[in-house]
């Protein structure tokens, strides 16, 4: 498997503007996770989803922010409009069960990661 | 709030030293606790994960342990090599739900 795969890697846009993040888990995951990584906060989770249903989203930082899973295969984060403060490196995860369910420790697997510059 | 702290932030060594990096967690309502490293530009590559019945997992050169009533773990790396040079963070599962609560990570660099 190609593992999880995210895009762009890279993005660099003026604020205001739109910004869409793109992810494709590991086929067959039921679990999908968006992070968001910044050295003044580490590694935060921002929303996750179960078979495509968002089940907590109490991370994601205010309005500005929105998540979607269409389909098991894809899920976007998009930013509008952007700011400067959203600028850090954003990661997508996927799993094959939840922790509560993996009593074998099935652990989380990370894509690359999308790094994002608001200018 | 569950809290998680990693000592320390960064350390940098030679080649060929034992290394005992630090975790602690304020609340022991825990399912699991997971080491992870992460190299520059890249994802988390998991390295252990230890469950709340468990006390320690061994996986080559890195064993970690897990005292969950005092809420901290240790990852043990031995016979350090430079190609162990990475941020390595630990992350413990809430109970009830599926989230990961990441430490703040500890920067290594191993020298030759």
């Known amino acids: 498997d190609a593992g999880v795969i995210q895009s762009p890697r890279h993005e660099v846009t003026e604020m205001g503007q739109e910004v869409t993040l793109r992810c494709k888990p590991i086929s067959g995951h039921d679990y999908l996770f968006w992070y968001r990584q910044t050295m003044m906060r580490g590694l935060e989770l921002l929303i996750y989803f179960n078979n495509n249903v968002p089940i907590d989203d109490s991370g994601m930082p205010e309005d500005r922010f929105s998540a979607k899973m269409p389909n098991a295969s894809f899920s976007t984060l998009k930013i509008q409009p952007s700011e400067p403060r959203d600028s850090a490196v954003y990661f997508c995860?996927?799993?094959?069960?939840?922790?509560?369910?993996?009593?074998?420790?099935?652990?989380?697997?990370f894509g690359p990661g999308t790094r994002l510059l608001v200018l | 709030k569950q809290e998680v702290t990693q000592i320390p932030a960064a350390l940098s060594v030679p080649e060929g030293e034992n290394l005992v990096l630090n975790c602690s967690f304020t609340d022991s309502a825990i399912y699991n606790l997971q080491w992870f490293r992460q190299d520059p530009g890249k994802g988390l590559t998991s390295l252990l994960l230890?469950?709340?019945?468990?006390r320690e997992q061994t996986s080559g050169r890195l064993n970690a342990s897990l005292d969950k009533s005092s809420g901290r773990s240790t990852l043990y790396i031995a016979a350090s090599q430079p190609g162990d040079s990475a941020t390595y963070l630990c992350a413990v599962s809430l109970r009830n739900t599926d989230k990961l609560i990441f430490g703040t990570g500890t920067r290594l660099q191993v020298f030759p």
């Open positions: 995860a996927s799993s094959l069960f939840s922790y509560a369910q993996a009593a074998s420790g099935e652990t989380q697997y």
């Open positions: 230890i469950q709340s019945s468990q």
